[in-house]
């Protein structure tokens, strides 16, 4: 029965390519070989079938899981600012992998999510350097204007690119903006961020939110939703009817990724309830879509003028 469903599942990935041919190649064995596995004549091995899940990005869970226990996968640890060149290059391999077509990008954004920080600037700059600071604990501070992270823009571009040409559905609240504000704040304080940087990195932030305003009243792909009700989380969902991805944070650069179709079902059914008690600022009239960016730009001022001050 599980030799089945991996062959459907492999059947859908290859489209019209012959299933023989294709099986014959990964595993690199003869064509009746093949054959008798695709006619149920010869079962797979534990390592074929290992061997043909990972090379077409089948989750396993669906065959070894049951209501109460499923299989997850961790992404790797970062605690370097070389260990970043892999994480966005594993977050390209999740668009890929996905199929594009149909599906939403839903985000629990806590924090500013962090496909927006992925630029040449000082704001995302500075935040890789609070992101080693919090990561690292051999890591000795060191003031923001001697940070240099490793040149990893190329990845950083083509992820963003492609996070803001999916469908995205985003639940912010006003204190999203909170925590860089604070982590400003702090490192003013210590006197590793100088105010001069800190005035940049401020109006950054400030174009950054402006963007996603903007964003919110032109861009039909795009929805924001303002909740007010419950506590955000940075989740990330990767919704597609055939295939979904759930990404739950550990820690700000890692996720355990769930594929399990049970799950990923009762997540679209919770991000489904929250946005229900939600308010769009999509569809909001000005007014409101006004007064919930206002105070992310007076909350911006408002550090500005303690560091100024």
Wanted: a neutral charge; charged letters at 25%.
């Amino acid at each position: 029965m599980h030799q089945e469903r991996l062959l459907k599942e492999i059947r859908k990935k290859i489209g019209g390519k012959s299933l023989n041919d294709e099986i014959s190649n990964i595993l690199n064995i003869s064509y009746d070989a093949a054959h008798r596995r695709t006619s149920l004549k010869a079962k797979f091995s534990f390592e074929e079938a290992l061997e043909l899940a990972k090379y077409y990005q089948i989750s396993l869970d669906q065959f070894m899981t049951s209501d109460h226990q499923i299989l997850v996968q961790k992404t790797s640890a970062v605690s370097e600012t070389e260990d970043l060149q892999s994480f966005f290059q594993n977050n390209l391999k999740v668009f890929e992998n996905l199929p594009v077509s149909e599906m939403t990008v839903y985000y629990s954004a806590k924090d500013i999510p962090f496909f927006y920080t992925l630029s040449d600037t000082l704001l995302s700059r500075f935040k890789v350097y609070v992101w080693m600071n919090l990561l690292n604990a051999k890591q000795v501070f060191i003031p923001f204007l001697e940070f240099s992270p490793p040149y990893f823009e190329t990845n950083t571009k083509e992820l963003r690119k492609k996070y803001e040409e999916q469908n995205v559905v985003e639940l912010w609240n006003d204190n999203t903006i909170s925590s860089i504000l604070q982590q400003v704040l702090f490192y003013g304080d210590t006197g590793l961020l100088q105010k001069n940087e800190a005035e940049i990195i401020l109006k950054e932030l400030r174009t950054l939110i402006e963007y996603i305003e903007k964003k919110t009243e032109s861009n039909p792909k795009f929805h924001l939703y303002e909740n007010e009700l419950v506590n955000l989380s940075n989740d990330i969902f990767f919704h597609h009817p055939e295939q979904s991805l759930f990404a739950v944070p550990v820690n700000m650069f890692g996720y355990i990724l769930i594929t399990d179709a049970k799950t990923c079902s009762d997540t679209l059914n919770y991000f489904g309830h929250q946005i229900q008690n939600c308010k769009s600022l999509n569809t909001a009239g000005n007014r409101d879509r006004k007064k919930f960016f206002n105070t992310m730009y007076e909350k911006i001022e408002n550090v500005k003028r303690k560091i100024t001050g």
